[in-house]
Structures are given as structure tokens and as C-alpha cells.
């Protein structure tokens, strides 16, 4: 089923709209995804998992300023949210914005050093600011 127009509602339940957005997120259609993740938090602006499930749709949909605001809420919310700092700091080394990349990734690095990807994420992004030096 197409996802309704940005300017139409969908049917159902926030429950419902963040269950669908993931759902076609996961589907690998993250354009959609976005519409409906974007009525539910119209619907629920202080619901940290449909902003979370909205960025993720964000960034895969190469929205990548808005990602940023994105994750830049959750972390307003929550400093401690390793993830949204990751996420950040992905999403701003997509818009050239190298520096707070690796800032936010060092971060996201520290607080769960087991989390392998976030220490090779911020290798790479620390490479990148380096190389562009």
C-alpha cells in the first residue's frame, strides 16, 4: 500500500502511523517512511522512538540536515542517548560538517566501547576531517 500524501492524515492510531513508518523503513523505503513518521510526531512531538524511527528514516532518505535536527532533539532530551549520537554524528558528516561528526561520534564511541561500528565510524570520520586539512 503507497503511503497517503504529505498534505492527507493516514487512518489509525500514532501507534499505528510509527508501526507503518518502521515497517516501510525496514522495507527499504525510507521516502515513505518519513511522510508517516512525520504525521506521528506532529501527533506525539515528545515521543523520543518515532523521533528516533523519523531521523533513521531521514537519514536513509538522504535528508541529512534533517536528520541532524533530528538527532539533535533526541540528544536535547537525552545527552546520554548513545545512539542519537551516533546517528548525529553520521548524518553530519553527510552534510560536510566533519568536526561535529567526529565529535558526536567520540561520544557515542565512549559512552558504549563495545559497540564496534561506532568506533569504526569515528575512525573513518576522524580520516576524513584529517585528509581534508
Not at 46 to 75: C, H, K, N, P, T
Not at 81 to 107: I, M, P
Amino acid at each position: 500500500m503507497p503511503p497517503p500524501p504529505p498534505d492527507v492524515v493516514p487512518q489509525g492510531e500514532v501507534y499505528d502511523w510509527y508501526i507503518r513508518g518502521v515497517d516501510l523503513l525496514g522495507e527499504g523505503n525510507p521516502a515513505a517512511a518519513v511522510i508517516i513518521l512525520g504525521h506521528a510526531t506532529e501527533a506525539e512531538p515528545d515521543s523520543r522512538s518515532v523521533r528516533e524511527a523519523l531521523a533513521r528514516a531521514q537519514f536513509d532518505a538522504g535528508l541529512y540536515e534533517e536528520a541532524v535536527a533530528s538527532f539533535e532533539w533526541i540528544i536535547s532530551v537525552n545527552p546520554a542517548d548513545d545512539y542519537a549520537q551516533f546517528g548525529l554524528g553520521l548524518a553530519a558528516a553527510r552534510t560536510g560538517d566533519l568536526a561535529a561528526a567526529v565529535e558526536h561520534l567520540a561520544l557515542a564511541a565512549a559512552m558504549r566501547p563495545d559497540v564496534t561500528h561506532y568506533s569504526t565510524a569515528l575512525r573513518g570520520a576522524r580520516a576524513a576531517l584529517t585528509a581534508r586539512r
